[in-house]
């Protein structure tokens, strides 16, 4: 389903990881951010952890989106299908495919140029206002150069030896040698003090 439609929305998940695993959506994610809350995500892979500081502030639908699909644990036992080594980490495709999404799409939530760095957490997209399911990590100064297209929503603040590790996984056409996988990704919600 496309972005845009209001007349319905997929119910939120509940906050403690009970909702039952989902990977395929009718209608796009009800907004459920807590009002004035700060996210991270705990991304638990076959290599090793990552965590992420989330832009709820700066990239509201974006990080909504993922914290939606988290919670109803969509990204738990995908591979990471696209790694290019000092380029980009990507994921969040459960057909593996680079063509696999979650049945709707979101508007960009752009930043301004010069704004990607290592460690930056950012939606793939097939075009203006595709997002879906599917991120990437910036994993080097290729990376880094990226023009600014991709809705970006997190930057890693711990796991470094982790992303090197899935990074040098990748190869130059972007096929990994092995495909290390998400194990699960755990949402962690800090309420407004």
């Known amino acids: 389903m496309a972005f845009g ?24 994610p009800s907004f459920c951010l807590a009002d004035g809350a ?9 290599e090793g952890e990552l ?18 699909l988290a919670r109803y644990h969509y990204f738990d036992g995908i591979g990471f299908h696209r790694i290019i080594p000092g ?5 969040g495709d459960p057909t593996g495919s680079g063509a696999g999404g979650p049945g709707y799409r979101f508007r960009d939530e752009l930043p301004p140029a010069g704004a990607y760095q290592i460690g930056s957490l950012a939606m793939a997209n097939a075009g203006p ?3 879906g399911s599917q991120f ?12 600014p297209a991709y809705s970006l929503f997190g930057q890693m603040t711990d796991g470094s030896q982790t992303l090197a590790r899935l990074d040098a996984l990748g190869t130059p056409e972007g096929r990994p040698q ?5 194990e699960h990704v755990t949402i962690i919600e800090h309420p407004r003090s």
Do not use: H, W
């Open 5 to 28: 439609r209001r007349d319905r929305s997929y119910p939120c998940p509940e906050p403690d990881g009970s909702s039952p695993k989902t990977q395929r959506f009718d209608a796009p």
């Open 38 to 46: 700060s996210y991270e995500a705990l991304m638990v892979t076959s």
């Open 51 to 68: 965590r992420f500081e989330l832009f709820a502030d700066r990239a509201p639908t974006t990080v909504n989106s993922f914290v939606f």
């Open 87 to 91: 380029f980009v980490v990507q994921g």
């Open 129 to 131: 206002n595709t997002n």
């Open 136 to 147: 990437f990590i910036v994993s080097g100064p290729s990376g880094v150069a990226l023009p």
């Open 178 to 182: 092995r495909v290390p996988v998400i």
